[in-house]
């Protein structure tokens, strides 16, 4: 590995995030680059996302030294865009850092690497990798990920299977670092904390009579009828088990937020609630029985848990869960999600071969691994980190 520098000097570390799931990954990277005396820490978050980060970076207790604030009302793809060109082009200009770190899928991270290397910056790449090798599907998530490939310097892989696809990619084996998912870090010190529900509908609910089915559902991909069909799958299953409760967050978009309520909005056991913060998902997820989602993240998180999911995709680019036993792909019709999600709820044997199978994303160590193979590219450590195994 090339250092860059003699090793002695104060490395400027710029990380740029924008929306809830990138800051819920970053915010232990970022306590832990703070921790080491060797770093200036940096904190650059574009806003994508507005009300749903800064729950992040209040309950993690981060200020960013810049906040580009750029949510707009019906913003789209290359209003983001551009709006992160050209805000990250300042605090680049201002800072000069020594290296941006930027993380997984958004279009905050191509930006960030983008404008990064307009300013011939290194970049890192944190949660590198994920691959479903089809361009639209998670959309724009997955050009995303291919295009911060090629213009990162650092590739910190998840797993072994996301490092073996940087490599069929061209990416040099020296460059990637296999970490675990930071997401785990993030998890487990969330976990530790005492927690009651304090939204009154939350509070009332009662978990201990009722098996309880989370929902979450957003991606752009299944708008319209694949959504429509993940909904009426869901209100068959609670007509279906009468102990059942479903507790759906949804999302803020109108594509999500009409279609729920005009399917859903009448069920009396079917929670529709707004987003919710961090903290309250992960107890969400404590105390659920199953995780039916569409989302990345939680396909990460829950077996940690020892919680089934059924990812609500055709593909997913979390492969190592469907290996191991922790994921299984539902899709997007009524029959399917209806067949895997009733095997679950019915066979007991099933349910436990799922919930027990093992996490195979982390260990809760990811930031230190991150840090280690930071220290050794600038030359401040003989050796690379271990592989997470």
């Given at each position: 590995?090339?250092?860059?520098?003699?090793?002695?000097?104060?490395?400027?570390?710029?990380?740029?995030?924008?929306?809830?799931?990138?800051?819920?990954?970053?915010?232990?990277?970022?306590?832990?680059?703070?921790?080491?005396?060797?770093?200036?820490?940096?904190?650059?978050?574009?806003?994508?996302?507005?009300?749903?980060?800064?729950?992040?970076?209040?309950?993690?207790?981060?200020?960013?030294?810049?906040?580009?604030?750029?949510?707009?009302?019906?913003?789209?793809?290359?209003?983001?865009?551009?709006?992160?060109?050209?805000?990250?082009?300042?605090?680049?200009?201002?800072?000069?850092?020594?290296?941006?770190?930027?993380?997984?899928?958004?279009?905050?991270?191509?930006?960030?690497?983008?404008?990064?290397?307009?300013?011939?910056?290194?970049?890192?790449?944190?949660?590198?990798?994920?691959?479903?090798?089809?361009?639209?599907?998670?959309?724009?998530?997955?050009?995303?990920?291919?295009?911060?490939?090629?213009?990162?310097?650092?590739?910190?892989?998840?797993?072994?299977?996301?490092?073996?696809?940087?490599?069929?990619?061209?990416?040099?084996?020296?460059?990637?670092?296999?970490?675990?998912?930071?997401?785990?870090?993030a998890l487990l010190a969330a976990t530790a904390r005492d927690f009651s529900f304090r939204d009154?509908?939350?509070?009332?609910?009662?978990?201990?009579?009722?098996?309880?089915?989370?929902?979450?559902?957003?991606?752009?991909?299944?708008?319209?009828?694949?959504?429509?069909?993940?909904?009426?799958?869901?209100?068959?299953?609670?007509?279906?088990?009468?102990?059942?409760?479903?507790?759906?967050?949804?999302?803020?978009?109108?594509?999500?937020?009409?279609?729920?309520?005009?399917?859903?909005?009448?069920?009396?056991?079917?929670?529709?609630?707004?987003?919710?913060?961090?903290?309250t998902m992960v107890n969400l997820m404590k105390r659920c029985y199953l995780v039916l989602t569409d989302s990345g993240g939680m396909q990460e998180e829950a077996p940690s848990l020892n919680?089934?999911?059924?990812?609500?995709?055709?593909?997913?680019?979390?492969?190592?869960?469907?290996?191991?036993?922790?994921?299984?792909?539902?899709?997007?019709?009524?029959?399917?999600?209806?067949?895997?999600?009733?095997?679950?709820?019915?066979?007991?044997?099933?349910?436990?071969?799922?919930?027990?199978?093992?996490?195979?994303?982390?260990?809760?160590?990811?930031?230190?691994?991150?840090?280690?193979?930071?220290?050794?590219?600038?030359?401040?450590?003989?050796?690379?980190?271990?592989?997470?195994?």
């Amino acid at each position: 590995m090339v250092s860059l520098g003699n090793g002695s000097n104060r490395k400027k570390i710029m990380v740029i995030f924008g929306t809830r799931p990138e800051a819920i990954k970053m915010a232990p990277l970022v306590i832990e680059l703070k921790g080491h005396s060797c770093f200036t820490t940096i904190v650059a978050v574009t806003a994508q996302h507005r009300h749903m980060l800064d729950q992040v970076l209040d309950l993690f207790d981060i200020a960013p030294d810049y906040d580009l604030d750029i949510m707009s009302e019906g913003q789209t793809l290359t209003d983001i865009t551009i709006r992160c060109l050209s805000g990250l082009a300042s605090c680049l200009e201002a800072e000069s850092p020594d290296l941006v770190l930027v993380h997984g899928d958004t279009s905050t991270t191509m930006a960030g690497a983008l404008s990064a290397f307009y300013h011939k910056i290194p970049v890192g790449h944190v949660e590198a990798g994920l691959r479903t090798g089809q361009k639209y599907s998670p959309y724009p998530e997955e050009m995303n990920r291919q295009l911060t490939a090629v213009l990162a310097d650092l590739h910190f892989a998840p797993t072994k299977n996301h490092k073996e696809n940087l490599i069929r990619e061209g990416i040099s084996p020296q460059k990637i670092f296999v970490t675990g998912n930071t997401v785990i870090d993030a998890l487990l010190a969330a976990t530790a904390r005492d927690f009651s529900f304090r939204d009154p509908v939350l509070a009332s609910i009662p978990f201990d009579r009722y098996r309880m089915v989370l929902v979450t559902a957003h991606r752009r991909e299944n708008w319209g009828r694949p959504l429509e069909e993940i909904l009426t799958a869901i209100r068959e299953l609670v007509h279906t088990f009468p102990d059942l409760i479903v507790v759906f967050p949804v999302h803020m978009n109108p594509q999500v937020r009409r279609p729920a309520h005009e399917i859903l909005g009448a069920e009396e056991r079917v929670y529709l609630i707004d987003p919710v913060d961090y903290l309250t998902m992960v107890n969400l997820m404590k105390r659920c029985y199953l995780v039916l989602t569409d989302s990345g993240g939680m396909q990460e998180e829950a077996p940690s848990l020892n919680k089934p999911v059924l990812v609500l995709r055709d593909v997913t680019e979390r492969p190592e869960g469907l290996a191991s036993g922790t994921l299984r792909l539902a899709g997007t019709s009524k029959e399917r999600i209806l067949k895997e999600a009733v095997r679950l709820l019915s066979d007991r044997s099933a349910y436990a071969e799922m919930a027990y199978a093992g996490n195979p994303y982390g260990d809760g160590q990811a930031c230190q691994r991150i840090v280690k193979a930071i220290k050794y590219y600038f030359g401040m450590e003989d050796s690379p980190p271990a592989d997470f195994v």
